[in-house]
């Protein structure tokens, strides 16, 4: 790690009220003295004037300073509250990057510090960044929940019952003479070793959660050419994001919107009509339709009434269970036979679109369950959790694992905790970690 007191711009797109800029290293103290011509008491807003070298006045900030290791990063850090224009920022800066070992920060160096010196853990940082990059009201409940530790706790938990379990067959090994293990031993490392196995496969099942809240939940609207799905798309977004044309197999690529549903994320991708075709690049555009339809997390059949109706079972084939049939072009029915559940939308009149949002959202919401459950939401987590239940199922699965071989597995399985944690050797994971982040965080 560097010795360098960094600093940046920490706050959002100027010109703005208020801009902050956060320093943290060894020399922060310096550069209040040296700006401010005094260090204020530790997390007390002070109004101060920073100034330059030559004493003159750059700006009338609110000054705060957090003495480490009680602070974000752990060491001694800064903020200046300034007024949030391009040109109070040029000239605060630029005399900061003129002191001696003062430098601007990289992406997520600040948290890199934070995690380095022992203030967050791996996890956290990565809820940290979820939380900044949240769009929705879910997504921010997510990142909450592990940027507060909740997850690292769940993992220090089940290492913590790896680490006893360990203890518990060296101590056995120690002071018994005999090679078999005991049956009390035997029995209470089954118990334990198959505890684990449920918690962790239950916790990795919800991947698929933690992905559509993340990720967004994914909506595919499909059907022949002509049913009205690029209009549809458009009038979801509220904007005109794909061509519409009255001819038949207009689109080609998939197209995607992400919207924001009653909290949800969802993204909803327009495909190319589907109908036999000698015409290469549509077949890849078709083939490229029914994928995304298979993949989806819902999938909409665009039925439109002037076309020959498809039977729900072919769809099923065709694109598994999650697909639902939705009448489009509803203005051009005369008698429409509303009477049953489905839905019928047009893109012209906006008909139904309200149904068929609320239809989204309840099976966004249906798809995640009750939500107080810890999501598993990131595949690097996966990865290694599956690594640590390969080890468990290893001792299961071999009756005549020796106890040095046990304890050997146990350790594996636990390190593997520990790399999602960050407590194991996980210099390589850093930066593709801390890539994430913006400067300032
Ligand atoms: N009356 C009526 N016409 C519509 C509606 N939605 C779409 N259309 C018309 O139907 C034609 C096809 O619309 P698109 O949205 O391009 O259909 P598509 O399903 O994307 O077609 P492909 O991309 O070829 O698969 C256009 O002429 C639209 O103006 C609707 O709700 N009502
Ligand atoms: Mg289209």
Not at 212 to 233: D, H, T, Y
Not at 239 to 245: E, F, K, L, P
Not at 349 to 365: F, V
């Amino acid at each position: 790690m560097s010795d360098d007191t960094i600093f940046a711009l920490s706050s959002g797109n100027v010109p703005s009220g208020v801009a902050i800029i956060r320093l943290s290293g060894p020399k922060v103290r310096f550069a209040f003295e040296t700006m401010i011509g005094f260090l204020p008491p530790a997390r007390k807003a002070v109004l101060a004037e920073l100034k330059d070298g030559s004493d003159k006045i750059l700006d009338q900030a609110i000054v705060l300073f957090f003495e480490g290791p009680r602070s974000f990063t752990g060491e001694d850090c800064g903020e200046f509250h300034v007024h949030g224009s391009r040109a109070v920022l040029n000239v605060v800066l630029s005399e900061l990057s003129h002191f001696d070992g003062f430098r601007l920060a990289e992406a997520g160096e600040f948290s890199r510090r934070a995690f380095e010196n022992g203030r967050l853990d791996l996890t956290e940082i990565e809820g940290l960044s979820d939380l900044i990059l949240a769009n929705t009201e879910q997504q921010r409940v997510l990142a909450q929940k592990q940027t507060s530790g909740k997850l690292r706790a769940l993992y220090d938990d089940w290492r913590n019952r790896l680490i006893n379990l360990r203890a518990h067959i060296e101590a056995d090994l120690d002071f018994s003479e005999e090679e078999d293990i005991p049956d009390d031993v035997n029995r209470h490392l089954i118990d334990g070793v198959g505890g684990l196995i449920t918690d962790i496969t239950a916790h990795i099942d919800s991947f698929v959660k933690g992905e559509i809240i993340r990720e967004g939940f994914k909506v595919s609207l499909v059907g022949a050419p002509n049913s009205g799905k690029s209009s549809l798309l458009n009038a979801l977004a509220k904007r005109d994001v794909a061509i519409v044309s009255e001819y038949k197999g207009t689109t080609r690529d998939i197209i995607s919107i992400s919207l924001n549903l009653d909290g949800f994320e969802v993204v909803i991708s327009d495909t190319a009509g589907i109908r036999d075709t000698d015409d290469v690049v549509e077949r890849i555009g078709i083939d490229r339709a029914i994928d995304s339809g298979r993949d989806a997390n819902l999938t909409l059949f665009l039925q439109s009434s002037d076309q020959e109706p498809w039977n729900q079972s072919d769809l099923e084939d065709m694109f598994g269970d999650n697909v639902e049939i939705i009448y489009s072009k509803a203005d051009l029915l005369s008698n429409k036979n509303i009477g049953d559940n489905s839905i019928y939308v047009s893109s012209i009149s906006q008909a139904g679109l309200k149904d068929l949002e609320q239809l989204i959202s309840i099976r966004a919401r249906n798809s995640i369950g009750n939500g107080n459950q810890l999501f598993l939401t990131r595949m690097r987590h996966k990865l290694l959790l599956e690594k640590s239940l390969f080890h468990l199922n290893s001792i299961l699965n071999d009756n005549e694992m020796l106890i040095e071989l046990i304890s050997e597995e146990l350790r594996l399985a636990s390190d593997q905790l520990g790399r999602i944690i960050g407590k194991v050797d996980v210099e390589d994971l850093l930066d593709a970690v801390f890539s994430e982040f913006c400067v300032g965080k």
